[in-house]
């Protein structure tokens, strides 16, 4: 898709929004973002949705949304790296060099049942994950969706505007979000907006 650097900028800005808040950002707050005005958002924004990559909802503030199917350009950059054997974790095993390759964005099966194609990044701030391996400043990598199954670890936004990272379970009167962590209570909530799906974490060592 042929885009403008602010054409981008919006689409990256819409996203971020939507994910971290449940809900897009107005006109003015675009304009005041990158710096241009009102009028020029609105010319750019009415753009984006000829081409297929914006929708919104009519007579409905901070509606807009990335169009189903698309994947902001820069969740679309390969994260494939040379895949040159196993390591033994356990009893050692025998040097076999294999020169392979590993695509992470197939590797973590982005796209493949939600009907999307994008990944994005969170940090993790907190440790009420820790039992189930994700701990406090991971990177956590999650598939844009809104709709999850019992079992799923996911970013829920709540309606006191919190999000929060747990396991969802659909319970018969209301959603459970399960820590994995002794120390922290259940969430119960009748309602929350699935923001997105953990499909792996990202876990640095200095």
């Given at each position: 898709m042929n885009l403008t650097p602010k054409q981008l900028r919006i689409l990256q800005l819409i996203r971020d929004s939507r994910i971290?808040?449940?809900y897009s950002p107005t006109m003015q707050e675009l304009a005041d973002e990158i710096g241009v005005s009102k009028v020029t958002v609105f010319e750019h924004v009415e753009a984006l949705i000829?081409?297929?990559?914006?929708?919104?909802?009519?007579?409905?503030?901070?509606?807009?949304?990335?169009?189903?199917?698309?994947?902001?350009p820069d969740e679309s950059r390969p994260?494939?790296?040379?895949?040159?054997?196993?390591?033994a974790a356990g009893h050692p095993i025998e040097k076999v060099e294999?020169?392979?390759?590993i695509d992470l964005g197939e590797f973590?099966?982005?796209?493949?049942?939600?009907?999307?194609?994008?990944?994005?990044?969170?940090?993790?701030?907190?440790d009420s994950m820790r039992d189930e391996g994700i701990l406090d400043g991971d990177i956590i990598l999650l598939e844009?969706?809104?709709?999850?199954?019992n079992g799923d670890r996911i970013v829920a936004l709540l309606d006191d505007g919190q999000?929060?990272?747990?396991?969802?379970?659909?319970?018969?009167?209301?959603?459970?979000?399960?820590?994995?962590?002794?120390?922290?209570?259940?969430?119960?909530?009748?309602?929350?907006?699935?923001?997105?799906?953990?499909k792996g974490v990202v876990r640095r060592y200095r």
């Open positions: 971290r808040r449940g000829k081409k297929g990559a914006l929708v919104r909802e009519p007579n409905k503030a901070r509606s807009l949304s990335i169009a189903e199917g698309i994947a902001v994260l494939r790296y040379p895949m040159v054997g196993k390591i294999n020169i392979d390759e973590l099966g982005a796209g493949s049942d939600r009907g999307e194609n994008s990944l994005f990044a969170l940090q993790v701030d907190g844009r969706a809104q709709v999850a199954h999000t929060t990272l747990k396991t969802f379970y659909k319970e018969a009167d209301h959603i459970r979000l399960q820590p994995a962590n002794p120390d922290f209570e259940p969430i119960r909530v009748k309602f929350c907006q699935v923001q997105g799906i953990v």
